[in-house]
Nanobody, 124 residues
Framework: QVQLVESGGGLVQPGGSLRLSCAAS????????IGWFRQAPEKEREGVSC????????YYADSVKGRFTISRDNAKNTVYLQMNSLKPEDTGVYYC?????????????????WGQGTQVTVSS
């Protein structure tokens, strides 16, 4: 059974940091590109970052570039999203998802399996 499980979300003050994890099971992680998406209340789901099978040329949305870092550890079947200098506008539910085919822009329809999400709230 294919499963993606996000963790690491929480409440953090502006300027703080969080590291999200996406644990994969039921498939071979190193055969898939992985993306992170987020969805704020009453807004559409948006792509945040993605990392290829080859672990090169990670992509970042302009809104997070220079603050977020995506990485993968295939031996641990886990992908990470390190989020620094968090802003209130980073608040939302963060999801990880897998894709067989690499493609930009980072759009949800390219991804075929999703986790349940983890809540990130940036507030003072």
């Amino acid at each position: 059974q294919v499963q993606l499980v996000e963790s690491g979300g929480g409440l953090v003050q502006p300027g703080g940091s969080l590291r999200l994890s996406c644990a994969a099971s039921g498939f071979t992680l190193d055969s898939y590109h992985i993306g992170w998406f987020r969805q704020a209340p009453e807004k559409e789901r948006e792509g945040v970052s993605c990392i290829s099978v080859k672990n090169d040329n990670p992509y970042y949305a302009d809104s997070v570039k220079g603050r977020f870092t995506i990485s993968r550890d295939n031996a641990k079947n886990t992908v990470y999203l390190q989020m620094n200098s968090l802003k209130p506008e980073d608040t939302g539910v963060y999801y990880c998802a897998r894709a067989r085919i690499w493609g930009l822009p980072l759009l949800p329809w390219r991804y075929d399996s999703w986790g349940q999400g983890t809540q990130v709230t940036v507030s003072s």
